[in-house]
C-alpha cells in the first residue's frame, strides 16, 4: 500500500510505499534548482516522515538528470539579492534538516549536485551518488559562502583538508572522485543510483529496528561527540533496550531466519528517549 503527495504548489514530491518515503525534487526542466518555497516544502516532507511511524527509511533523489543544480540564479528569482527580512532569513532553508529525522535519509545523487543541491545530500545519513554527475560548492566563486552547515556537515564526513579543499576552492569534481574524497558511500552509473538507495532503504525498512535506528543516528549526528560522552550515551541507550520485546524479537527472528516484527515506534517511544536524556543531563 502506497501514499503519494505534493507537499505544497512548490514541486516537491514524497511517495510512500512499504516503508520507504521517496522525496522527490520535481523541476526536472530546470534541473531542479533551489528556490526558497522549495525549502519550506522539503522540510515540510521531512517532518512527515519523522512524524509517521510507518515511514522506516527516506530516499531523497531528484527528478529527470539532475539532483540539484543549485540555486535558482535567473534575475526574477534574485536568490542571492539582500533578504527583505534580514532577521529571518537563515542559511539553512531546510527545517528540520535530514539529520535531525529519526529515520535513515539517503541521498540518491542521480546526476548534478551544484551548491545547496550538493550541501543538503552531505546532510543526509548515506549518499549514492552517480559516477556521471558534477559536484561542487562554488558558492566562493559566486560571492557568497557556502550554506546548509556545509561548514559542519562535510569536516564531519570528510576531514578538515577534503572539506577545505572543495569550500575553499569551489572546484567542480565528478562523481568517481566522491568516493576517494569520502562524500559517497558508493559510486554508480547514473541509472543505477535510485534503485540501489531504494534497494539498501527496503532493506532497513524491513529488517532494521526503528528505534535503534533513531538511537544509533542521534549518537552518530551529536555535537559532543567526545570518547566518554558517546560512552555514556551507548550505554544509557543500551539500558533503555535490553530486556524489552524488540530484543527479544531480533534474536529469535535470526535465529529462526525470518524478518523480525518489531513493536516499537519512534513517535510512541520517543518520550522514553527524552526522559533518560533529562535523566542523564542532570546527572
Not at 4 to 25: F, H, K, M
Request: proline share 6%; glycine share 8%.
Amino acid at each position: 500500500m502506497g501514499t503519494s503527495a505534493e507537499i505544497s504548489s512548490e514541486p516537491v514530491r514524497l511517495d510512500i510505499v512499504d516503508g520507504v518515503a521517496v522525496v522527490t525534487l520535481d523541476r526536472p526542466d530546470k534541473l531542479n534548482v533551489f528556490s526558497g518555497g522549495m525549502g519550506s516544502s522539503l522540510g515540510a516532507a521531512y517532518a512527515r516522515c519523522d512524524a509517521d511511524d510507518s515511514v522506516r527509511a527516506v530516499v531523497l533523489t531528484g527528478a529527470g538528470r539532475a539532483f540539484c543544480a543549485g540555486a535558482d540564479l535567473t534575475p526574477e528569482a534574485d536568490s542571492f539579492g539582500a533578504p527583505k527580512a534580514p532577521k529571518a532569513f537563515s542559511a539553512s532553508p531546510v527545517d528540520p534538516p535530514a539529520w535531525r529525522i529519526r529515520k535513515p535519509v539517503i541521498a540518491a545523487v542521480n546526476g548534478h549536485a551544484i551548491g545547496i543541491g550538493l550541501t543538503l545530500a552531505m546532510e543526509c545519513d548515506i549518499r549514492y551518488i552517480a559516477a556521471e554527475a558534477k559536484l561542487a560548492i562554488p558558492q566562493v566563486r559566486r560571492g557568497m559562502v557556502p550554506d546548509a552547515r556545509s561548514h559542519w556537515t562535510l569536516p564531519r564526513a570528510t576531514s578538515r583538508a577534503v572539506a577545505a579543499d572543495i569550500l575553499l576552492t569551489g572546484r567542480t569534481f565528478l562523481g568517481t572522485e566522491a568516493l576517494a574524497l569520502g562524500i559517497a558511500s558508493r559510486v554508480l552509473p547514473a541509472d543505477q543510483v535510485l534503485d540501489a538507495a531504494l534497494e539498501t532503504a527496503r532493506d532497513i525498512a524491513l529488517n532494521v529496528n526503528p528505534l535503534s535506528a533513531a538511537l544509533t543516528k542521534r549518537l552518530l549526528w551529536r555535537d559532543d561527540a567526545g570518547p566518554d560522552a558517546v560512552e555514556r550515551a551507548e550505554t544509557a541507550y543500551h539500558r533503555l533496550l535490553m530486556g524489552g520485546p524488540d530484543a527479544r524479537e531480533g534474536a529469535l527472528a535470526w535465529m529462526e531466519r525470518r524478518p523480525p516484527q518489531w513493536t516499537s515506534r519512534v513517535g510512541e517511544d520517543w518520550h522514553r528517549v527524552q526522559d533518560l536524556e533529562e535523566q542523564e543531563h542532570q546527572t
